[in-house]
């Protein structure tokens, strides 16, 4: 079993940036992914990173950025412009190995170990 620890969720205001952090033994050599679960929705993915090279929903970039430090076994989560439809507990996710999906279309059932997840929540 992996272990994966997120850390960085909080209460923030509306407008502000929160950065979270996940640490995975060995994540250097994997894909890794951040997904987000609000009250009475499905868990939804919001980005990947296989080896460096990041993906997104449809391939689009937008208010969330994801970002590896190799040396750290350790991915970013950079959120800017948050909104209270952010709120909500974020999980990073692991495979056990890379899978790399240019359209960007992962799911949950792509990664094999996670997080107990970190909340995030945005004031109005």
């Known amino acids: 079993q992996v272990h994966v620890a997120e850390s960085g969720g909080g209460l923030v205001q509306a407008g502000d940036s929160l950065k979270l952090s996940c640490t995975v033994p060995g994540g250097d050599s994997v894909t890794m992914g951040w997904f987000r679960q609000a009250p009475g929705q499905e868990r939804q993915f919001i980005a990947a990173d296989t080896l460096g090279e990041p993906a997104y929903p449809g391939g689009v970039v937008g208010r969330f950025t994801i970002s590896r430090d190799g040396l750290r076994n350790t991915v970013h989560l950079q959120m800017n412009a948050l909104t209270p439809e952010d709120t909500a507990i974020y999980y990073c996710?692991?495979?056990?190995?890379?899978?790399?999906?240019?359209?960007?279309?992962?799911?949950?059932?792509?990664?094999?170990?996670w997080g107990q997840g970190t909340r995030v929540t945005v004031s109005s």
């Open positions: 996710a692991a495979r056990e190995d890379t899978l790399w999906k240019s359209s960007g279309h992962y799911t949950a059932s792509d990664f094999h170990f």
